[in-house]
């Protein structure tokens, strides 16, 4: 009996008991294997594309034939900075970005500031449901919405002429406006968690000195908040500044930095210069990060 159970096979374990065994103690393999899918995706899908969008930028096309000329050239880059129009467009679009952030900005503080040391938690929660409202919509609804507000004899016209004046119609004003609207919510609660954060103790020690309102406010509240602007505006500059669908349909002639790249890869078929363009918000962008950064607005997020 006793040799019968000696001689017996080994049971096989299963994979999952194997595998188990395997990351057993290895903290390192845990994470790696983790972080290996997400990682992947950035890799292959995100950084990727933007590796192939950067090489098919020093590509040309024949102005005979409209075929792509697969070779290294500057001329894509060259035309982008010796043509006056492209400047134009950028400038443009960067002046749009930094007005809706400065609008936004000067919107959100004080929205945010109720919300993090004066409502109460019950209005803080029904603010925060009202702030996130708007994001449950779909885009391109809010976005209609806006036309037919702007549109002449529209909401907007109605509402001012009591006073005796006018909308801003479709325009680079209108796109101002849009953006602001939308991005808005993007602005407010990075700033509100940023003032959460503010001990109110602070606060009230900067009154017990004797500081007037405007003094703690520029002296502690808005250096403390600082970061979480910046923040925040990451999010406000960064997606105005890659639109493309406002200036299409509550712009007018007038391109801004998406619209022109969208006609050079689609109408012009000149997608090398379109994929040069696409690096000027790219290289605005990390250069904003970077100073965002500087200015500690990663700490806030």
Known sequence: MEAGVANAAPQKRSVGRRLADLFHGRPRLQVGTLLSGPIAWLVIGYLGSLAVLLIASFWSVNAVSGELIKGFSFDNYKELLDQSVYKDVALRTVGIAAAATVTDALLAFPIA???????????????????????????????Y??????????????????????????????????????????????????????????????????????????????????????????????????DYIIPQIIGTSRLFIGQAVYAHQGTAGNIPLAAAFTVVPIVIMGLYLWMAKRAGAFDAL
Do not use: C, H
């Open 113 to 143: 500031f109720y919300m993090a040391k004066v409502a109460s938690p019950r209005m803080k929660g029904l603010l925060v449901v009202a702030i996130l409202m708007p994001l449950w919509s779909f885009y391109l609804v809010k976005v």
């Open 145 to 242: 919405a806006w036309q037919s507000m702007l549109a002449t004899g529209g909401f907007v016209d109605w509402a001012l002429d009591p006073i005796g004046l006018n909308g801003p119609g479709y325009g680079t004003t209108a796109v101002w406006l849009v953006e602001s609207y939308l991005w808005l919510p993007y602005m407010i609660l990075p700033i509100y968690a940023g003032l959460e954060r503010i001990p109110n103790s602070m606060i009230s020690a900067s009154e017990d000195l004797g500081g007037r309102p405007w003094r703690t406010f520029s002296s502690v509240v808005f250096p403390l908040a600082f970061p979480a602007i910046v923040a925040g505006s990451i999010f406000t500059f960064s997606l105005t500044l890659g």
